[in-house]
């Protein structure tokens, strides 16, 4: 828990100006009447406005060769170390090896207005008497052949 108030940000800039400008932190904690250890902390922080420093090893693909493997491997069946050799890449065959198949849809999904076609022919069918059911024929045969067997 802090002992005192919090810094604004009006004396953090002051704190950074005048610790730029080279005035020892003793000098600038009087100044700006707040201790050592808050003026030190404040010098030792990188400013929000900066930008951050990336950590780890840079990136062995690049954003384009990304675009790349995804291209090549969506386009047919290669495994990661054909794709390596067909996109010539200079590096190991983990860094191709991160993409997963992933079957897609075959059909659009259903909007909401489908759904509710579907519940309105669902009512429509519950009221419907035992005769017509029974002449009812459900099927998802896209061809009917009534006349005998078909090609023979």
């Known amino acids: 828990m802090a002992k005192g108030k919090f810094l604004t940000d009006e004396?953090?800039?002051?704190i950074r100006s005048l610790a730029a400008n080279g005035i020892p932190l003793?000098?600038?904690?009087?100044?700006?009447?707040?201790?050592?250890?808050?003026?030190?902390?404040?010098?030792?922080?990188?400013?929000?406005n900066q930008p951050q420093?990336?950590?780890?090893?840079?990136?062995?693909?690049?954003?384009?060769?990304?675009?790349?493997?995804?291209?090549?491997?969506?386009?047919g069946t290669l495994s990661a170390a054909k794709v390596k050799e067909k996109l010539q890449l200079a590096c190991?065959?983990?860094a191709v090896d991160w993409l997963k198949y992933r079957k897609i849809n075959a059909t659009p999904a259903l909007?909401?207005?489908?759904?509710?076609?579907?519940?309105?022919?669902?009512?429509?069918?519950?009221?419907?008497?035992?005769?017509?059911?029974?002449?009812?024929?459900?099927?998802n045969e896209k061809k009917w052949n009534l006349n005998g067997p078909d090609g023979m």
């Open 92 to 94: 190991v065959i983990k």
């Open 26 to 48: 003793r000098t600038i904690a009087a100044a700006v009447k707040r201790s050592l250890e808050a003026c030190q902390r404040v010098v030792s922080t990188p400013a929000k």
């Open 11 to 14: 004396e953090r800039d002051t």
């Open 111 to 139: 909007t909401k207005r489908h759904k509710e076609a579907r519940v309105r022919w669902a009512e429509e069918m519950v009221l419907f008497n035992g005769i017509e059911w029974c002449q009812m024929v459900f099927s």
């Open 53 to 75: 420093k990336h950590q780890g090893s840079p990136q062995s693909v690049t954003e384009r060769e990304k675009r790349q493997i995804i291209k090549s491997v969506s386009v």
